[in-house]
């Protein structure tokens, strides 16, 4: 129990902390605004420091709306695993609000003319959103491999701890059944009848499950016309059983190894299936069952 304890109630590592993204990213677009003055912002700013932190200032908003408030709103999508393409997706658009609020500050504050015209506006927009861009290639190609190396570093240390937890179950397992057998029914009168023991995990396809299962020594599937939510629910006693990704449910004593990337976990079993990935908001959850599994609930 104290072993477990440790283990429950040490920090968790994160994803490279928010305001990391946030100031990092903003002291090199004021390093090269301010030292290299590019695309003749210079002139349009007059050497005026005040103007510049501005500029700054606005960098600074529009990271921290994507980086802090967005996930907050778009929670099922910040919840997924990191990818390169949601980091690209993220650059755009704090690339399009650091643009729209330069343009508005350019007008109100910047231009030699204190009031505000819509004329050229558009004109004036893309212009700051070239500059944007151009300007943000190299922060945002800094955070993107420093976010890259900490998940990567992250996931691999945890799939690493992850192994060893595994490694104290003994083998041969999967032939002993310790419950009693379980129906697994769909939207009709098909159905199948298994030990829990026996399920190694399950893939949703749309209206349909696929139930990856053990049969004397050999993988069997069984499709269902279901859904995973129905599915999870008819399994919930069953405490080897989790949900580890939106479309997959896994039997924890079938796991023998955690594979880390950049994207979260991959799953092996001990038969032959394809890996499982893990998604981010489900990665405490297999810890803690791996943890209470090799600790509580030994292999038979």
Request: hydrophobic content about 45%; proline content about 4%; aromatic content about 14%.
């Amino acid at each position: 129990m104290n072993k477990l304890f440790q283990y429950l109630s040490r920090p968790q590592p994160v994803i490279l902390k928010r305001w990391h993204m946030v100031i990092i990213p903003s002291l090199i677009v004021l390093f090269i605004l301010g030292i290299f003055q590019p695309f003749g912002i210079g002139v349009m700013i007059k050497s005026d420091l005040v103007v510049l932190a501005g500029f700054v200032l606005i960098t600074v908003i529009g990271i921290s709306i994507i980086t802090c408030i967005f996930p907050l709103l778009f929670k099922r999508f910040y919840s997924e695993n990191w990818t390169v393409g949601k980091a690209l997706l993220n650059g755009f658009l704090i690339v399009l609000i650091i643009s729209f609020g330069n343009t508005l500050y350019y007008y109100s504050f910047a231009h030699e003319s204190s009031s505000f015209s819509w004329e050229n506006t558009f004109d004036t927009f893309v212009s700051f959103l070239v500059i944007t861009f151009l300007v943000s290639i190299v922060p945002f190609a800094i955070i993107t491999f420093l976010q890259h190396n900490h998940v990567l570093s992250q996931h691999l240390q945890e799939a690493q701890e992850l192994n060893k937890k595994l490694a104290e179950k003994t083998s041969s397992a999967q032939t002993v059944y310790n419950s009693n057998p379980i129906k697994l029914s769909g939207n009709t009168k098909d159905f199948i009848e298994l030990h829990p023991e026996q399920f190694i995990y399950l893939e949703a396809y749309g209206n349909y499950v696929k139930v990856n299962y053990a049969e004397k020594g050999m993988v069997k599937q069984k499709l269902l016309r279901t859904t995973i939510k129905q599915m999870e629910d008819e399994l919930a006693s069953v405490s080897f059983i989790i949900r580890c990704h939106r479309a997959f449910l896994v039997n924890i004593k079938h796991i023998i190894s955690v594979k880390g990337n950049s994207q979260g976990y991959k799953l092996s079993f001990d038969y032959p299936t394809e890996e499982i990935p893990v998604s981010r908001g489900y990665t405490k959850e297999l810890q803690g069952s791996i943890t209470l599994h090799s600790l509580f609930l030994p292999h038979p």
